[in-house]
Each structure stands twice: as C-alpha cells, then as structure tokens.
C-alpha cells in the first residue's frame, strides 16, 4: 500500500485509508476525512549544511488546516461519528480548535470551541469561525479551558476530541509510519516541540510500532522542546501562569505528561527548554534559509537543535527528524513583530529607482 520501494499509485486518502489496519479504532468506523497526512518530508540543506548530519523537515503545516491536529482529528470525530456524536467539544489554544470545527463540519456535527480569552491567533480564530464554530472565549488559561471540556464532556451529549481522547493518538502516530515509510527505517534522532505531549506521546506509539512490525530496525531517540515560559516537563512541576508567544505550546500542566515522560525516557530522550527569542530567530532562519514558514510554535525544535550545538551535542553523520508542527500564516502579527516598517522601500514608476532601491546598482 505505501512504502519508498513504490512510486505513487494512487491519490492520498488520508491517514485512516493509508493505514487503517493499524490503527487501533473500530475497524468498521466510517472515515471523516479532508486528506490529511501524506505530509513533506524536506531535508533542510542549511541545518545539514550547519551539523555535517542529514536534517529532515516533517512539514506539518501542509496538512489541510494547516498543522499536524488533523491527523488526530480525522479519527476522533470519525469513532465520534460512528458512535453517535452530534456535537464535539475541545479546549484549544488555536490548532485544535481550527481542526476539530473543520472535521465537525464535514461530518454535519456542531463543533463546540473553548479558547483562553485575547490568546489565539487571528487566523486560527478565523477558521474556528468559518467552520461554523460556537466559539466561548474563557477568563483562563487552556489548562482552564481543558478542566472545563472534560466537565461538559461529562454532564452532556458532547465529545471531547481532546488528546486525552486515545483515537487522536491513533491518528496522530501515522506520522512515523511515514517517515519511517519515506526514509525506508526510522531516523537516529527525532526532535519537535512539545505543548500538551499529545504528539510526542503520538510519535513514540508509532515508531515503536513500526520496530514490531519489523519495518524499521531501530527507534529513534526522542529529544522534545518546551517554550522557557511554559517548560513544566523540564522543571518537574506544573507552571500555573505559562507564558509564552509561541502560543500553541502554552500550557502548564500536559494532559499527557506521564506518556511524555515515558517517550523519553525509553528512547533515551530528554526535555529542554528555549527561549521565545531562540524560538523567533529559528523561525526566521527556517524561513530565509529553507523557505518553510512555520508558526513560532513550530519553530521550537530548530531553536532546540540550534542550541544543542551551542552546548557542544554533534548531529554530524546522523540522520535527524524535525516536526515542524504548524504553518506560518497561522500568526503574522508574530511573525512580523521584530521587523518594525516591513516594507519601507517607496519608489516611482522608474526602472533605475527600483533597481536602486533593490540594491542591483
Ligand atoms: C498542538 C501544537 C503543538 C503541541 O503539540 P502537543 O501534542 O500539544 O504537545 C505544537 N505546535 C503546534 C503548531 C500545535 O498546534
């Protein structure tokens, strides 16, 4: 069906069509799908360039809503659906809720969004909004948020499609299939930012399931990167006030702390922290050096491979997998911050002034 021995045959059916009998959901769960998955796996030549190892991008930004929440969500609401949902419901920092409501309007269902009031992004907020969302702003924060989902998950008729429900998990580990898929075993070391720990929980699942299955013959090591601001894996304790730009891994208190935990621990792995001016630069450098705009979330694990180096950790020979969660046009307002006057070049109608100004002359 997939595998790197074999050219494309056939149109990308999304991750339940591509992988269903690994999937551990009903096998007869009808598939609500947008094509999500099939993502880019792009060597980034600058960070190859810069350890001397073989530096892979996971480009999760393409996927239909424009982050990696998709592949979870096609098999939340899909097992939602089948079971009888006719309303979903999610605490989100943004991604979430943009995937969820998408995935609640294909099924016909209505989709029900919990967000900490004034902290999502203009974008994710718009896809809330076209995608039929009812869309309750919260006087807290998304650990807050959470609390509340689980309470109206409850006491009423509602899913709660968060990743504290198992089916994300099962869609979201499709991820290292493809990898591993791509690359044709699976890579020394794996790096990505971690918010709620649902992805890296996600990740681990699937290596080591491809490892059983004998498609791969190793597992990688994991090494999963937190915003400074919001780094209770790295601290051991919950921060009840995170704070962070990278707003889509704002959260004090991951839902999947213990998994994450594991993750790391049996690949060998750890946790580190960045800074949300690290987690800028990298954002930048990822854009100009390798034209993949990421939002600052997702930038998290270059800042992360950056500073590695920095404390003298050599990658040189090895092959590395970066995720890059989500895409840039997300949030351009924080993108855009650092650079004042975007565009201050005015000229006339005049070849000779625009060459001038482009610095041709
Ligand atoms: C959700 C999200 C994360 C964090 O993933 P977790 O599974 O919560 O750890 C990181 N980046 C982006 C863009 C996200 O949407």
Redesign the pocket.
């Known amino acids: 069906m997939t595998g790197t021995d074999a050219a494309p045959r056939h149109q990308w059916r999304g991750v339940i069509e591509e992988y269903r009998e690994l999937l551990d959901i009903p096998q007869d769960t009808p598939a609500v799908t947008l094509g999500e998955g099939g993502t880019p796996l792009v060597e980034s030549l600058w960070l190859s360039e810069v350890t001397g190892g073989s530096i892979w991008l996971k480009v999760e930004g393409n996927n239909p809503t424009g ?3 998709d592949r979870g969500m096609t098999t939340a609401l899909s097992v939602a659906v089948h079971q009888g949902a006719k309303a979903v419901v999610c605490a989100s ?4 809720s943009a995937s969820m409501s998408a995935y609640a309007a294909k099924a016909r269902i209505k989709p029900i969004v919990l967000v900490p009031e004034g902290k999502i992004s203009a974008g994710k907020m718009a896809q809330a909004i076209m995608h039929g969302a009812q869309v309750i702003m919260v006087r807290g924060n998304f650990d807050d948020c959470l609390t509340l989902s689980r309470g109206l998950a409850e006491d009423y008729p509602v899913a709660l499609v968060n ?1 504290v429900n198992p089916m994300r998990l099962e869609g979201q580990k499709t991820a290292s299939f493809e990898v591993i898929d791509r690359l044709g075993d699976a890579p020394d070391y794996h790096l990505l ?8 929980s996600a990740y681990w699942l699937g290596y080591k399931q491809y490892a059983d299955l004998g498609r791969a013959t190793k597992r990688p090591v994991m090494r999963a990167y937190q915003a400074e601001g919001a780094s209770p894996l790295v601290t051991g304790k919950p921060f009840p006030n995170p704070e962070t730009k990278a707003t ?2 704002r ?1 004090g208190n ?1 839902a ?1 702390w213990k998994l994450a935990e594991a993750a790391a621990a049996e690949s060998h792995g750890r946790f580190a922290s960045v800074t949300d001016e690290q987690i800028l630069a990298a954002q930048f450098q990822l854009s100009s050096n390798d034209g993949v705009f990421v ?1 600052p ?2 930038a998290a694990g270059i800042a992360g491979l950056l500073q590695d180096l920095e404390r003298g950790e050599s990658y040189a020979g090895k092959t590395v997998v970066i995720t890059v ?2 895409h840039g046009l997300k949030d351009t307002v924080t993108a855009l911050e650092g650079f004042g006057d975007v565009v201050d070049n005015v000229v006339d109608v005049s070849v000779e002034d625009a060459a001038a100004a482009a610095g041709l002359t």
């Open positions: 982050s990696f929440k920092t943004g991604n979430t990743s930012p971690v918010g709620n720990a649902g992805n890296i889509a891994i959260i991951p999947s939002e979330a997702s969660t989500g």
